[in-house]
């Protein structure tokens, strides 16, 4: 079977900084695009240029400094949009400008007040506009996720014959379950007149903490771009997280699909983003979260002991993570107490290793954790046979 190349398309820049209080200034967002691109992302959508300025100039600033990336800017179907963003995007070496509309009848009725024809016009027009400026056109259909199928495919196929080369089919509100949105994709790659000439792209959110599982679902039946943010960044309650669908595909080979990313500056772009928009990543977070390679239960940090695969199914050294973690605690074993004893340079035969064991469970029992520095102090008070 054919491998396919899954491209990366990240918002953080754009959808991950609608996230409340979380505005980054010019300077931050170039930093974070000069990581973006190290990392590998094909594409980086910059900013939305009309809203404001500041946002202009943004775009036009990474459009600017960006060699080998695209660099992507959002529009509405709306004329003023699509030159705001073209003018923005115009030192970029490859431009891409993103446009489109929603397509649910519960938008085109209570959001648009108008009808399916008038939104397949404004599509086409809109599409027809921002290739007069790039020939890279990405159309997005706004709640796909919850629009008939039917009308939806008619909606790509005149955005197709209008000059759109990627098709964005987002679930926007993080409705679908992952085989409705894998059908919807599937659905398309087979119903849609033209679909070779364009590319389909997931963008999921996560209101139903699906957004990972549903961009998946949409690379297995013919998507061939995920929109994601690092960190998984978002409105509400965020997005597609980068570094989830880059780690799942690399640690499925079975699904032929590759993606072109530094897996190994992950953890330190996490880390980055986290920083500068002020958003702490949970310590359960995969992947990139504080205790994503952490074991603290006796029977755990055995296995990981003996052999690291028994409990780890990436090697931390892949995202850029140092090591494994022993975290020592009153659920800890004593093969993790002799293993982090013999890394701080002390071997205790089974008679001493036995008694220290007494003492340390008894101190952790008084706190959550036990650092090193409370073991050197427990080796002290025990006097066993050290070791340097």
């Known amino acids: 079977m054919a491998t396919h190349n899954i491209q990366i398309f990240d918002t953080t820049l754009r959808d991950g900084e609608q996230v409340p209080g979380c505005k980054l200034n010019q300077q931050e967002k170039l930093v974070i695009a000069r990581q973006l691109e190290a990392l590998g992302?094909?594409?980086?959508?910059?900013?939305?240029?009309?809203?404001?300025?500041?946002?202009?100039?943004?775009?036009?600033?990474?459009?600017?400094?960006?060699?080998?990336?695209?660099?992507?800017?959002?529009?509405?179907?709306?004329?003023?949009?699509?030159?705001?963003?073209?003018?923005?995007?115009?030192?970029?070496?490859r431009p891409r400008i993103h446009t489109g509309i929603g397509t649910s009848e519960l938008h085109i009725q209570q959001k648009l007040?108008?009808?399916?024809?008038?939104?397949?016009?404004?599509?086409?027009?809109?599409?027809?506009l921002a290739k007069s400026f790039v020939e890279d056109v990405e159309f997005y259909a706004e709640d796909a996720g919850r629009t008939d199928n039917e009308f939806l495919a008619r909606v790509c196929e005149a955005a197709i014959a209008a000059g759109a080369t990627v098709l964005?089919?987002?679930d926007t509100t993080g409705y679908c379950l992952p085989q409705e949105y894998g059908a919807k994709i599937k659905y398309l790659y087979e119903n849609v007149k033209g679909i070779e000439k364009a590319i389909l792209s997931t963008h999921c959110h996560n209101d139903l903490g699906l957004a990972t599982a549903n961009s998946i679902a949409g690379v297995s039946n013919g998507a061939r771009q995920i929109e994601c943010t690092i960190n998984g960044v978002g409105e509400r309650a965020g997005n597609t997280a980068l570094e989830e669908v880059v780690m799942i595909l690399r640690q499925h080979p079975y699904l032929n699909l590759t993606t072109g990313v530094q897996t190994k500056?992950?953890?330190?772009?996490?880390?980055?983003?986290?920083?500068?928009?002020?958003?702490?990543?949970?310590a359960n977070k995969a992947i990139v979260g504080a205790n994503a390679f952490a074991h603290s239960s006796g029977i755990h940090q055995d296995g990981v002991i003996k052999c690291r695969e028994t409990y780890?199914?990436?090697?931390?050294?892949?995202?850029?993570?140092?090591?494994?973690?022993?975290?020592?605690?009153?659920?800890?074993?004593?093969?993790?107490?002799?293993?982090?004893?013999?890394?701080?340079g002390y071997h205790l035969e089974r008679p001493a290793l036995n008694t220290a064991y007494a003492s340390f469970l008894q101190l952790a029992?008084?706190?959550?954790e036990v650092y090193d520095h409370d073991l050197h102090r427990l080796v002290e008070q025990e006097k066993p046979v050290a070791v340097g």
């Open 41 to 93: 992302v094909d594409v980086i959508e910059a900013g939305f240029p009309v809203s404001s300025p500041g946002d202009f100039a943004a775009v036009a600033a990474i459009a600017a400094q960006t060699k080998e990336a695209t660099v992507c800017g959002l529009t509405r179907a709306v004329e003023n949009d699509i030159r705001v963003a073209a003018e923005a995007l115009r030192s970029a070496r």
């Open 168 to 170: 964005n089919i987002p």
């Open 265 to 282: 500056l992950l953890a330190e772009t996490s880390a980055l983003v986290a920083h500068l928009m002020s958003m702490p990543v949970q």
């Open 365 to 368: 029992d008084r706190q959550r």
């Open 312 to 344: 780890e199914i990436i090697d931390p050294k892949e995202v850029g993570v140092v090591d494994s973690s022993i975290v020592l605690t009153a659920r800890s074993g004593r093969a993790a107490l002799a293993y982090r004893l013999q890394k701080l």
């Open 113 to 128: 007040r108008t009808t399916q024809a008038d939104v397949l016009e404004r599509a086409v027009a809109a599409v027809k």
